[in-house]
Nanobody, 122 residues
């Protein structure tokens, strides 16, 4: 079984920073792309950023320059550094990873974390 566990959310004032972490664990053979999505109340889930196992990261255009995604492959962990936070960044942030489990080789699938709440006060 594969799990993604997020941490690092919370309440922060506008202009502040938070760092989210997401650790993948379990019966993992390999991890391809990892990423972060977010869902604000009454809105659809949207892409924040993705990072492949090797290659160029991708960001939502509106977040470039404020958010930075990174990963530690040795720890199966992806991070999201969020700076200059705005009230509009308030949302539940979800971690996503495309993982091949040892029990199902050659069949990667997407896994999701349970979400972590980020609230930015004005």
């Amino acid at each position: 079984q594969v799990q993604l566990v997020e941490s690092g959310g919370g309440l922060v004032q506008a202009g502040g920073s938070l760092r989210l972490s997401c650790a993948a664990s379990g019966n993992i053979f390999s991890i391809n792309a990892m990423g972060w999505y977010r869902q604000a109340p009454g809105k659809q889930r949207e892409l924040v950023a993705t990072i492949p196992s090797g290659g160029i990261t991708t960001y939502a255009d509106s977040l470039k320059g404020r958010f930075t995604i990174s990963r530690d492959n040795a720890k199966n962990t992806v991070y999201l550094q969020m700076n200059s936070l705005e009230p509009e960044d308030t949302a539940v942030y979800y971690c996503n990873a495309r993982i091949t489990a040892r029990s199902v080789p050659f069949m990667p699938r997407d896994y999701w974390g349970q979400g972590t709440q980020v609230t930015v006060s004005s």
